[in-house]
């Protein structure tokens, strides 16, 4: 059996970030993941005038409860879509004028709903160039709260932001949600919130939550449970093969660790305990019709491994996957039919017949960690797979493939 030490949750450490900004006192983070995404929110934070001192495997951040302590700034969030949709929502409860801007592909991603339930709330943020999209500004002079209605339908993030906003309100917020996506992430949310001291109570699709700001602490970062699903999925597909993952169990926050629900289901042995989650090979990987709704980035780690199975896999409402890093589900289908694999795909489903992966291919990664990741399960059974961007890792996981190649070559 290979045990690995997965690093810390990005979704954990970006929630950990903003409530630690927004706390009373200084907040010491545990583990916190090291990326591309998670230091280009601390670094937000220092250009916004948050105290952020990083050492390894502790980050502490001095919290500003009445909001940002530069009056002026302009923050970069990189590719980071937790940066890009939290900063400048905790920089709209101070006092001050922000610009933030990101990379050309987060550019391209969705941030209306959460810009139109802002602007309800009195908020001064105005669209620099296309409306619903970075760049913007944000006039901000503290936010008195109230009720809203959101639509999270395209990304669950919207609600955690406003969410983590209630507590640094005058009045406290309460958020009708007409649709939601990915809930497990929203339960992150809220036990996090918790945890620094928030009040949150929910009544059916409202969440209200009072203004009681947030409390300093020291918090210890989870593994990350999307990175820990290459693992657990490279451990299915191989005969023989085996891997636990400590720290990652029955306790865990984070709803992508039901991917090894679907590998259960697929034949795989899975064993998850309070100490972490192990997931063993049988030998056989059957088809499955699954929904992956709650735990879409998993997506593409199942898609790459489905031609192993010995009948049809088919993913369904997934149709958040195409306003990610870039359209997951039809980059799958691309790179996977470039492989000789026979796909079928419709809005919000993708249907992967079984087949052999044949190389040598360059898979289009499209800047896109998560296919990076994915196709390196199924490099695993296919010589000549290569990437056309390797290096987008550093967004999750820098040292990627360096640990995934000692895990398969360790006996």
């Not at 592909?105 to 105005?126: E, I, K, N, W, Y």
């Not at 980035?297 to 997934?318: Q, W």
Request: charged share 20%; proline share 6%.
């Amino acid at each position: 059996m290979t045990v690995i030490d997965i690093p810390g949750s990005k979704s954990v450490t970006a929630r950990a970030l903003f409530l630690a900004a927004a706390a009373e006192g200084t907040t010491t983070l545990l583990r916190p993941l090291v990326s591309d995404d998670t230091e280009g929110f601390a670094e937000g934070l220092t250009a916004l005038g948050y105290g952020v001192r990083r050492e390894p495997g502790a980050w502490h951040i001095e919290g500003r409860p009445a909001g940002p302590g530069a009056d002026t700034a302009e923050v970069y969030c990189r590719d980071g879509a937790t940066t890009a949709r939290f900063l400048p929502t905790l920089a709209a409860a101070g006092h001050g004028t922000y610009r933030f801007d990101a990379s050309a592909q987060m550019r391209r991603r969705p941030l209306g709903p959460l810009s139109t339930a802002l602007r309800d709330l009195g908020v001064d943020l105005r669209h620099v160039e296309r409306e619903g999209h970075h760049p913007l500004d944000v006039h901000a002079h503290g936010v008195k709260g109230g009720a809203l209605t959101l639509d999270a339908g395209q990304s669950s993030q919207y609600l955690t932001a406003l969410l983590m906003l209630g507590p640094l309100t005058a009045e406290g917020l309460d958020i009708t949600v007409t649709d939601l996506v990915s809930e497990p992430y929203v339960e992150i949310t809220l036990a996090m919130m918790r945890s620094f001291g928030a009040e949150v109570r929910q009544d059916g699709r409202t969440y209200r939550v009072a203004p009681t700001g947030y409390r300093a602490q020291e918090y210890g970062v989870e593994p990350d449970a999307s990175t820990a699903s290459y693992f657990f999925a490279a451990a299915a597909l191989e005969p023989g093969r085996s891997v636990t993952v400590p720290g990652l169990g029955t306790g865990a926050l984070q709803g992508d660790l039901a991917f090894v629900d679907v590998l259960r289901r697929m034949g795989a042995d899975v064993e998850i305990t309070g100490a972490g989650t192990t997931v063993r090979s049988t030998g056989r990987l059957h088809g499955l019709t699954v929904n992956m709704r709650d735990i879409s980035d998993t997506m593409p780690t199942l898609a790459a491994l489905a031609p192993f199975a010995d009948g049809p896999v088919r993913i369904e409402d997934v149709a958040n996957t195409r306003v990610k890093e870039c359209d997951r589900l039809d980059a799958c289908a691309e790179n996977l039919r470039r492989l000789g694999v026979t796909v079928t795909t419709g809005p919000d489903w993708i249907e992967i017949q079984p087949g052999s992966p044949a190389g040598p291919v360059e898979i289009a990664t499209h800047g896109d960690h998560r296919i990076v990741m994915s196709f390196a399960v199924t490099a695993l059974r296919t010589p000549g797979i290569t990437f056309d961007d390797p290096g987008c890792v550093k967004k999750t996981f820098p040292d990627f493939h360096r640990v995934f190649d000692t895990f398969v070559h360790t006996p």
